[in-house]
């Protein structure tokens, strides 16, 4: 566990997908867990990192249209392991990634063929 979590909300995927990528290029943090709600129109993402990278990804996220955000430093223990259940349940619902994290998607959103 790093230092801080950073939340953000934003309007739809391809949005999110984009605001999430201009996070994590304006600073040192980690995609923790995404949620999808209302079909994929509000999706919210935790991101870690060390309080002063997450605040700087935040206000990154801020500045290109987020749509809510919040910061909590230093979490509690408790706080932690919602966390990480959420990373969990995510990543078990949507085929994510082996380290735990939750996903956008799955290979059969992405159209992959299995060669037939």
Avoid: W
Wanted: with cysteine; proline share 2%; glycine share 12%.
């Amino acid at each position: 566990m790093k230092n801080a979590y950073g939340f953000i909300e934003s309007k739809g995927v391809v949005t999110s997908t984009i605001l999430l990528d201009s996070v994590c290029k304006a600073a040192e943090v980690k995609l923790t867990a995404i949620q999808r709600r209302l079909g994929g129109q509000l999706v919210t993402f935790i991101v870690e990192g060390s309080v002063a990278d997450v605040q700087e990804a935040v206000e990154v996220s801020k500045a290109r249209g987020a749509l809510s955000t919040s910061i909590i430093a230093n979490p509690h223990p408790e706080i932690v392991r919602i966390i990480r259940s959420i990373s969990h349940a995510e990543s078990k619902e949507e085929g994510g990634n082996k380290d735990g994290t939750g996903s956008i998607g799955n290979d059969r959103d992405a159209g992959t063929d299995s060669g037939s």
